[in-house]
């Protein structure tokens, strides 16, 4: 068993449109450990969102190493990365990304449909889940049926169904009120106590900055401070 | 003479066949092609979150078939009905010819419509299979759908 959810060595990334070349990511080496609270942050532009991507197998780096759940991502097909996504990664997007067609319940069990488990058992997790995180009552509505907290919460519930070994969510505060913004925190805070599922996130949310137990702050593609204060403070505590 | 007027019927019939089943063709192609271009967004939250490229190919051919199968159902449905009408109460051409055929024409005045099963298994199988080809590449395209890009809400 990895004491590591996620390593990155010297990893690259450029962007190419026709002649122009953006680098987004420049040299990023990375260790996250199991079960940690982790955020990126830093100003538009500085890869936060890049570097997540890559680490969830959405986009590849040009070079470097990436191991996630002790594989290389580097090496494997999109078919693999798939499977690696399906089994062992949650993502939380910024704009949430449920399908409108689908109700809340249907969103958040999409993931165990696809790993195959059967009608019954999928809608049973999902409510257990949904009563923990306060969607409880809200399982047929459409998602433009909910507010963003909730469109959000839904989005949580889902990545966080399938049991993974980390969940990258990217901005997952950033089109929420101050109050449902604490209450999504709170959320995954304790998500993360009680399954020791590792959380990594980019943001610019100070309140996120405040709440990761690790800050690590990227400028122009490259990792400039680690700073793990908070969670020795949390550890402390 | 004659023989060489059915053999130019016969021709006119395969070549006007040939277009309808491109029409058909190019119908199918358009039909699949739109959905799977509608759908992206849809298509990349599902590939990002773990329907693997094949798996996304196999589904965009399977709904490419059910909605053939559905479609086939309903035309051979409406097709039958009108068929059974002109088999049974035929094709009257005496209103045409109000003062009776002419002299040179020696067939009945009343057309019946005559289908053999043989020519409609062989209509649903062409269409079918030409669905199903048609169908890969939307399903390539499908299965390529560029994460992240993808997932940008429209």
Do not use: C
Not at chain 1, 42 to 70: E, Y
């Amino acid at each position: 068993m990895n004491e590591w959810a996620l390593k990155l060595k010297d990893v690259r990334k450029t962007y190419r449109t026709g002649p122009i070349e953006v680098p987004a990511l420049r040299g990023v080496t990375l260790t996250i450990g199991a079960g940690e609270f982790a955020a990126t942050a830093g100003p538009s532009g500085s890869g936060k969102t890049t570097l997540l991507n890559i680490i969830g197998g959405l986009d590849r780096a040009d070079t470097g190493d990436i191991w996630v759940a002790g594989q290389n991502l580097q090496v494997l097909s999109s078919g693999e990365l798939a499977h690696l996504r399906l089994q062992r990664i949650g993502f939380v997007f910024q704009t949430y990304n449920l399908l409108p067609v689908l109700t809340a319940l249907e969103n958040a069990e999409f993931t165990l449909l696809l790993q195959g488990m059967p009608a019954r058992e999928r809608r049973e997790k999902v409510e257990k889940l949904f009563s923990q995180i306060g969607l409880a009552g809200l399982e047929d509505r459409r998602p433009k049926e909910l507010s963003g907290g909730q469109q959000q919460r839904v989005a949580v519930a889902r990545a966080m169904v399938t049991e993974p070994a980390l969940i990258l969510a990217d901005e997952p505060t950033a089109n929420l009120d101050s109050a449902s913004a604490i209450a999504l925190l709170d959320v995954m805070e304790q998500l993360n106590r009680t399954t020791g599922t590792t959380f990594l996130f980019s943001t610019h949310d100070p309140q996120v900055m405040e709440r990761a137990h690790r800050l690590i702050r990227l400028r122009d593609g490259q990792v400039v401070s680690d700073d793990t204060r908070n969670s020795q403070v949390a550890a402390v505590a | 003479m004659l023989a060489q007027i059915l053999g130019l019927d016969h021709a006119f019939n395969y070549i006007m066949n040939g277009v309808i089943l491109a029409m058909v063709g190019l119908g199918i192609l358009n039909t699949i092609l739109m959905r799977v271009l509608e759908r992206r967004y849809e298509f990349g939250v599902s590939k990002a979150l773990g329907l693997k490229p094949r798996q996304l190919a196999i589904m965009v051919v399977g709904e490419s078939l059910a909605l053939t199968a559905i479609s086939l159902a309903l035309g051979l449905a409406l097709g039958l009905s009108v068929q059974h009408y002109f088999a049974t109460a035929g094709l009257d051409l005496r209103w045409v010819f109000k003062t009776g055929l002419p002299p040179a024409l020696v067939f009945d005045p009343i057309l019946y419509s005559r289908l053999s099963v043989e020519r409609i298994v062989w209509s649903v199988s062409i269409v079918f299979a030409m669905a199903t080809i048609i169908s890969f590449y939307p399903a390539f395209k499908a299965a390529q759908t560029d994460l992240p890009d993808a997932l940008k809400v429209l």
